[in-house]
Every structure is written in C-alpha cells, then in structure tokens.
C-alpha cells in the first residue's frame, strides 16, 4: 500500500545532542511537510516543500532545519533540542490534484 | 490570518447515538477542508476531504457538510460506536498547501 512512514516511532535523546528524524513516502506526491504536535494541541506547521523549493514557517525556531534529498525522502534536524522541543512530529504528504494530505504515524521525542 | 475553532472540546455519548461536531473558520476564502481522525499517541487519519466547491461529503457512517459563506462545518457520525472513540480535527486549507488546524474534540464513546 502506498503510504507515509516515519522513523523512528520513538526517540530519546539528551538535552542539546542533535537528533534527525526521517519521512519517507511511496505516494510520489511533490509536497511534503513537518509538524510538531504537543500534548493536547492543533498540529503546527514547521515547514514545507514544494519540490526541492523550501517553506519555513516565520514562528519556525532556527534550531530546526530540513532536509529533502529526493522526492521520496524528507528530514528532520533538530540541532540543539530543548526541554520544549518534546512532541510528537508528525510527516505529511499532499496530492497535486486535491492538495488532500496523508500522515505518517508520527515521532515521538522526548528530550531528557 | 486564518483561525479554526471547534466545538465541543471534548463530548461523551452512550453508543448507538447520532452525533455532530462542529468547525468554525474566519476566512471563508478556502481551498478545501479535512477531517481527520486520531487516536492516543498516534498520527492523523484522514475522514473526509471537502473541496470549497463542495458541500458535503459521506464516507459509511460519517457526513461531513461545508458551508464556505458562513464559515462553517459539520461531521455527523451516526450510530455511533465504542472505536470512534478518538479525537477530531478539523483543517482548512486556505491556499498555498497549508493547513490550518483546529484544536479538535475529543470523543469517548461508552458502551
């Protein structure tokens, strides 16, 4: 089936040691996106691609940075997480036709 | 700059009832509208999507309707289950491929 995988489901990492989490897709849609979801909020919008060309959100800290090698492939980098950087990170996909958008499972970080 | 509110925060209903939860929306130029479900510690399920030219939606047992003008809509879940039990979230997509989310409402169904 075609679809949108995220890895790692869970992550630990320490208080700033850079961590990446990745986004794949099989769906060949040409937009892809990143959202951080905290406990009992409406999923943000981090950033997105439209093709190779790159969208940041203006409220999007610097800390957090993108990367998309290929169509099917999307990072996440955070460089130095903070205590406030625990959430779930959710990967998105959109259709060219119905810009209707497919999630991944999602990540969850926790800093410690 | 687009908001999206949903009500109720949070509903609890016997199962077996017809139920309706509601999205509100400031700007009524949108592209399209999602519903999505999730459930504890998960990602997003897509429902329904309405485009702008639309007005409703049906998938089994859930109709979702679009009222652009007024800025708002509905999804109406009938018969309702113990495993609709999740939370609904409601965007808008105002252009550009992004979308903007309510807050959701929470939904336990007991059987």
């Known amino acids: 089936d075609a679809m949108v995988i995220q890895n790692p489901r869970y992550q630990v990492t320490q208080f700033g040691k850079p961590v990446t989490l990745s986004c794949s897709q099989t769906?060949?849609?040409?937009?892809m996106y990143w959202y951080q979801q905290k406990s009992s909020q409406a999923p943000k919008l981090l950033f997105h691609?439209?093709?190779?060309?790159?969208?940041n959100e203006a409220d999007t800290p610097d800390n957090f940075q993108s990367r998309r090698p290929n169509t099917s492939f999307c990072f996440l980098d955070i460089r130095s997480p903070g205590l406030g950087d625990a959430a779930m990170y959710l990967c998105?996909?959109?259709?060219?036709?119905?810009?209707?958008?497919?999630f991944g499972p999602g990540t969850r970080l926790t800093v410690t | 700059k687009q908001e999206v509110t949903q009500i109720p925060a949070a509903l609890s209903v016997p199962e077996g009832e017809n139920l309706v939860l509601n999205c509100s929306f400031t700007?009524?130029?949108?592209?399209?509208l999602q519903w999505f479900r999730q459930d504890p510690g998960k990602g997003l399920t897509s429902l329904l999507l309405?485009?702008?030219?639309?007005r409703e939606q049906t998938s089994g047992r859930l109709n979702a309707s679009l009222d652009k003008s007024s800025g708002r809509s509905t999804l109406y879940i009938a018969a309702s289950q113990p495993g609709d039990s999740a939370t609904y979230l409601c965007?808008?997509?105002?252009?550009?491929?992004?979308?903007?989310f309510g807050k959701g409402t929470m939904l336990l169904v007991s059987p």
């Open positions: 998105a996909t959109s259709s060219p036709l119905s810009y209707e958008q497919y």
């Open positions: 769906l060949n849609h040409n937009v």
């Open positions: 691609y439209y093709d190779k060309d790159f969208n």
């Open positions: 700007d009524s130029a949108i592209y399209n």
């Open positions: 309405i485009q702008s030219s639309q």
């Open positions: 965007a808008v997509n105002s252009g550009y491929s992004t979308l903007t």
